[in-house]
C-alpha cells in the first residue's frame, strides 16, 4: 500500500479494502469476514429452499452451523468437527480472500506458505449466531433491489472502481 | 504550459493542509481524548479562522470539543472549517491548472437549498459517536452502527448521496475493524468521508437545480467508481450546442450492487442504461434534448431524452474542441482537492518510470490504482502509450488518470477506451471470465427471490 508521493497517511484516496476475488456464488452465495467472524450461508444441497448459516469466530474458532429456519446443522451437531457447509464456507472465503487474509481475520497460525486453513485452526463449538448472520445475507440481497441512480454522487471520487489484482 | 502548473504547488495550499492534518489526527484517537498537542493543533485551526464569519463559532466550538462537550453543532464548525480549508485549496489547485490549461470557467450562482427531514438525525448521531471514539476505538459494534441509517437513506428520496457514502465509509471500518490494531490508519481518506458525510447530515444543505440542455454529446472518456455496494459509470463529455458553444460536462449512471459483483461484470447492474452503454461501447456521440444539467456540469442523464449518434473518435474530438470548451463551477460545498478530476489530451510525452515525462524536468505521475478492472486499460498500455486522454487528480501531488491511449502493441497502432466494456469485454478471455462472473448477479438475484419475500 506504500506508494511516491504523499503518504498512506496523507492520501485521500488511500485504497482501504482489497479488491475481491471472482468466485461461484452457486453453493455459497455469501460470504464476509465481519463482526469478529468468518461468516456466511450455503445453500443446501437437497432443498432449493433452505440454506444454511454457517460462522467461525476470530480467535476462538467457535463454529456454529444452522438452518435459516434455525434448526440445527446434524453434520456439526453442536460438536466442533467442522460439517461440510462450514468447509464449503472455508473454501469461500479462501477463494474471495486468499487464505492469508482469511487466516489473518481468524488469527489462525498457518505456517509459512500453507494455505490449508483447517490445519491453523483448533475449533470449538459456538453460540448460534444464525439470526444475525441471515438478517446481514438478506440485507445483502436487498441491494439488489435497490433501483440505479443518475444522481451526481460528488463523493464517488473518493471511490475509484477496483483495479484488477495484479 | 501544463508542466509549469504541475511543477509547483501554489502559495498555502501546504499551510492550509497542515491545519487539516491537525484535525485528521485529533479524530484518530477521538475528541474525547484529546492529548496537548492535539488540543494545540486545533487552536491553531480556530486561529487561522479569526475574523472571518466562521471564527466565532469555530473557536467556541474547538474550545467546547477541547473542554470535553461534543455536540452536534460543534461537529458541523470543525467539519465546516475543515471543508473551507480544502476548498481553498482546491481553488487554489484548479485556478492554476486552468490558467495553464486556457480554460474559462463560468462563475458559480447561489445555491437553493434542500430538505430531508428527520432522516439525518441516525446519520448525525453514529458520525458523533465515530468522532468522539476516534478511528483507533472503531470496533466491531460501533463499524456496523451505519446500517440503520444507511437503509432508511437508500430508500427515502434526495438522501441517495449520503446513504452512498456512509455505506461507503461503513464499509471500509467493517473491513478494518477493529481499527485498534490496524497497522496504518488513511487518516486523511476516512476524515474526508466523515466531514462530507456530516455536511450532508445538516438539514438545508444546499441543492443543484437543473435547467435543460439540448445539443450534441461528445464522450471524452469515462471513469468508473465502485465501494462494494456500488458502481458508477461517469463519463466526461463536450456538449455541443445550436448555438456553437462548447461545454465540458459530466454525466454519469450508477446501481447498487454487492461486493461479490465486480471487475467486467458490474456493468451488467447498468441494464436500465441500453443508450449510455451503447454509445461507449462502440464509441458515439448522443443526441441530447431537455435533458437537465446542474450549474455544476452535471447532465442528469435521462435515456428518454437521448439518442444514439455517430461514430465519434474522442482524440480527434479532444484536439479540436477540448481546448475552448468551458468549464463549469464546482458547487461550494464540493470543493476539495480530491474532487479535482480535470479532462486533458496529452501528447508527445516521454515515458518515466510510472509516469508521463512532459520534457522541462516536469513528469506527472500514472494514477495506476485508477485503472479498473472492469475495463481494458492496462500499465502495460499506458506505457506503450504515444496519445493519452485521462483525467488530472490531485492527492499530494499531481496524477495523470489515464481514460483512452492511443499506443502501439507489436508494432501495430491501437486505441483503447476505458468504456470499451461497457456491453461486455471484446477480447475472448475477459469475455469467458465476464461470462462465469457474470452468473453471479443470477445466482444472487434467484436466492433474492427465493428468500426476501418470506
Keep these: ?166 | 504550459m501544463l508542466a509549469d502548473a504541475l511543477r509547483s504547488t501554489p502559495d498555502g495550499v501546504a499551510e492550509a493542509l497542515a491545519l487539516v492534518d491537525g484535525v485528521d489526527d485529533a479524530l484518530v484517537h477521538g475528541l474525547a481524548r484529546i492529548d496537548e498537542e492535539r488540543a494545540a493543533a486545533c487552536e491553531s485551526l480556530a486561529a487561522a479562522f479569526a475574523g472571518t464569519p466562521l471564527g466565532d463559532r469555530i473557536a467556541d466550538a474547538v474550545g467546547k470539543i477541547i473542554a470535553g462537550t461534543v455536540t452536534d453543532e460543534h461537529l458541523a464548525a470543525l467539519a465546516g472549517a475543515r471543508a473551507a480549508l480544502l476548498g481553498a485549496a482546491h481553488d487554489a489547485l484548479q485556478s492554476a491548472l486552468d490558467t495553464a490549461l486556457g480554460r474559462s470557467r463560468v462563475a458559480a450562482p447561489a445555491a437553493t437549498v434542500t430538505d430531508s427531514g428527520q432522516l439525518l438525525a441516525g446519520s448525525r448521531s453514529w458520525l458523533r459517536e465515530l468522532a468522539i471514539a476516534g478511528w483507533r476505538g472503531v470496533g466491531h459494534e460501533l463499524a456496523a452502527g451505519a446500517a440503520q441509517p444507511v437503509q432508511s437513506l437508500l430508500a427515502g428520496p434526495g438522501t441517495r448521496r449520503l446513504a452512498v457514502l456512509l455505506d461507503g465509509l461503513a464499509a471500509e471500518l467493517r473491513s478494518a475493524a477493529p481499527v485498534a490494531t490496524l497497522p496504518r490508519v488513511p487518516v486523511r481518506r476516512w476524515a474526508d468521508l466523515w466531514m462530507r458525510a456530516l455536511l450532508l447530515s445538516q438539514e438545508g444543505y444546499p441543492g443543484t437545480g437543473v435547467t435543460p440542455a439540448d445539443g450534441r454529446l461528445i464522450i471524452l472518456g469515462v471513469d468508473l467508481h465502485e465501494h462494494p455496494t456500488v458502481f458508477r459509470a461517469q463519463a466526461h463529455a463536450l456538449l455541443e450546442s445550436a448555438d456553437g458553444t462548447v461545454r465540458l460536462v459530466r454525466t454519469s449512471v450508477a446501481a447498487a450492487k454487492v461486493d461479490t459483483i465486480s471487475g467486467p461484470s458490474a456493468w451488467r447492474m447498468l441494464s436500465a442504461f441500453p443508450i449510455f452503454r451503447g454509445i461507449l461501447a462502440e464509441r458515439r456521440t448522443a443526441e441530447i434534448t431537455g435533458m437537465g444539467l446542474t450549474i455544476g456540469g452535471d447532465l442528469i442523464w435521462d435515456e428518454s431524452k437521448a439518442a444514439a449518434g455517430e461514430p465519434a473518435d474522442p482524440f480527434a474530438a479532444a484536439r479540436v474542441r477540448l481546448g475552448a470548451a468551458a468549464a463549469m463551477p464546482v458547487a461550494p460545498l464540493d470543493r476539495h482537492p480530491a474532487a479535482l478530476a480535470e479532462p486533458v489530451l496529452l501528447e508527445g510525452y516521454g515515458h518515466s518510470d510510472g509516469g508521463f515525462d512532459l520534457g522541462g524536468g516536469v513528469t506527472v505521475a500514472l494514477d495506476l490504482d485508477r485503472l479498473p478492472a472492469a475495463g481494458p486499460l492496462t500499465p502495460a498500455l499506458a506505457a506503450a502509450s504515444t496519445a493519452c486522454l485521462g483525467l488530472l487528480r490531485w492527492d499530494g501531488r499531481w496524477l495523470l488518470q489515464p481514460l483512452a491511449v492511443q499506443a502501439v502493441v507489436k508494432k501495430k497502432p491501437v486505441t483503447v477506451h476505458g468504456g470499451d466494456w461497457a456491453l461486455g469485454p471484446a477480447e475472448a478471455k475477459a469475455a469467458k471470465a465476464e461470462a462465469a462472473a457474470g452468473t453471479a448477479v443470477d445466482v444472487l438475484r434467484e436466492r433474492a427471490g427465493r428468500l426476501l419475500r418470506k
Design chain 1, 1 to 166: 500500500m506504500t506508494t511516491d508521493g504523499a503518504a498512506y497517511e496523507r492520501r485521500s484516496a488511500a485504497p482501504v479494502i482489497a479488491p475481491v476475488q471472482p468466485r461461484k456464488l452457486a453453493k455459497v452465495p455469501f460470504v464476509e469476514l465481519a463482526d469478529g467472524r468468518l461468516q456466511g450461508v450455503v445453500s443446501s444441497g437437497s432443498d432449493v429452499e433452505r440454506v444454511y448459516v454457517s460462522s467461525i469466530t476470530a480467535g476462538d474458532h467457535g463454529l456454529s452451523c444452522n438452518t435459516n429456519n434455525n434448526r440445527p446443522c446434524g453434520g456439526l451437531a453442536g460438536g466442533s468437527r467442522a460439517c461440510n457447509h462450514l468447509r464449503a464456507l472455508a473454501d469461500a472465503a479462501v477463494a474471495q480472500y486468499g487464505v492469508d487474509r482469511v487466516a489473518r481475520y481468524l488469527k489462525a497460525d498457518l505456517p509459512d506458505g500453507g494455505d490449508d486453513l483447517w490445519a491453523g485452526l483448533h475449533p470449538a463449538t459456538a453460540p448460534n449466531r444464525a439470526a444475525e448472520v441471515f438478517a446481514g445475507f438478506l440485507r445483502h440481497l436487498a441491494y439488489l433491489e435497490v433501483a440505479p441512480t443518475t444522481d451526481p454522487l460528488p463523493e464517488l471520487q473518493w471511490f475509484p472502481a477496483a483495479p484488477a489484482v495484479r
